[in-house]
């Protein structure tokens, strides 16, 4: 069974910073994409972030481009999203995600076959 457990949400002001961690267990992926989603209430859940299987290619959403870094350990099979200038438009549960097969980390849900339950991110202004 593959689990993704995410950590690190909470409440922040904005202009604040946040470090989201996920640990995957149950399967390796030191070769398949991550990525990481967020869901605002009463909105569709959306791509944020996502990194390719060696850690060499990233891709982000236009409105979190030079405020959110995403990284991974393939060691330790994790993926981490380092959230830095905070919005409040930010806010929502924030998801992390992992494909089955393939290595390219791309935007829309359906590639992605693996969930985190997702960390709640709140950013008061």
């Known amino acids: 069974q593959v689990q993704l457990v995410e950590s690190g949400g909470g409440l922040v002001q904005a202009g604040g910073s946040l470090r989201l961690s996920c640990a995957a267990s149950?399967?390796?992926?030191?070769?398949?994409?991550m990525g990481w989603f967020r869901q605002a209430p009463g909105k569709e859940r959306e791509f944020v972030a996502g990194?390719?299987?060696?850690?060499?290619?990233?891709s982000y959403t236009d409105s979190v481009k030079g405020r959110f870094t995403i990284s991974r350990d393939n060691a330790k099979i994790t993926v981490d999203l380092q959230m830095n200038n905070l919005k409040p438009e930010d806010t929502a549960v924030y998801y992390c995600a992992a494909r089955r097969y393939g290595s390219t980390a791309y935007s829309y849900t359906a590639s992605y076959s693996y969930w985190g339950q997702g960390t709640q991110v709140t950013v008061s202004s």
């Open positions: 149950g399967r390796t992926f030191s070769s398949g994409a």
């Open positions: 990194i390719d299987g060696s850690g060499g290619v990233t």
